[in-house]
């Protein structure tokens, strides 16, 4: 079964990125401590991301963050979605207008211009497929950005929640939650590493 899941790194002040973040400093001032954690050596780190990625069906993420990633200094590859864990899983961008060009042209793009949850549905259907060619089950992955991840929760998209949260203190920068209903959360697994602490949990 094909699961919607949001998968984010998170200041333990509730930040995903630092101050003034942008296609040229993507994570902000200090943001960079976010995702120490998925270049670690840590065992439990390495596990973690790997399986995380290698469930990946289709991964759906903001036009912002796509702007960073296609940027001249975004990825490549050796820096990208699971770079060494994972194949490449379709990407679906939620942005009011498609870009005029794409620098990363190997990696298979879908720009959907009619809102957050057409792009949801668009990603189930292509991790289904994948699901299908591949002969195990494959999950949709909401990558982000912060407010791309929070939105998706608060319209009762996502199946489960995985958090990595990573011993800083950002002070400012974009925030994950901004408010609105209340939502309960079970909690599923919690791994500590020594560069985060990993929480599983599903959305009722």
Do not use: C, N
Request: a negative charge; zero cysteines; proline letters at 6%.
């Amino acid at each position: 079964m094909t699961r919607i899941i949001a998968d984010i790194s998170v200041s333990l002040d509730g930040f995903v990125t630092g101050p003034d973040p942008g296609p040229d400093s993507a994570l902000g001032a200090g943001g960079e401590a976010l995702h120490t954690w998925a270049f670690s050596d840590d065992p439990d780190d390495r596990r973690v991301l790997r399986e995380g990625t290698v469930r990946s069906g289709a991964v759906v993420l903001g036009r912002r963050l796509f702007d960073v990633v296609d940027a001249p200094g975004g990825w490549d590859d050796s820096i990208g979605y699971g770079a060494g864990e994972v194949g490449k899983p379709a990407f679906v961008v939620v942005t009011s207008a498609p870009p005029e060009s794409v620098r990363l042209t190997d990696l298979d793009w879908t720009f959907v211009t009619t809102g957050l949850p057409d792009a949801v549905a668009v990603a189930r259907e292509r991790a289904e497929a994948a699901s299908s060619d591949s002969g195990k089950d494959l999950d949709v992955v909401l990558m982000g950005g912060g407010a791309t991840v929070g939105s998706a929760i608060g319209a009762g998209l996502v199946d489960v929640l995985s958090l990595h949260l990573a011993p800083v203190l950002l002070g400012a920068g974009t925030p994950l939650f901004t408010g609105g209903a209340p939502r309960t959360l079970v909690q599923r697994s919690v791994t500590p590493t020594t560069t985060a602490t990993h929480l599983t949990y599903d959305l009722l």
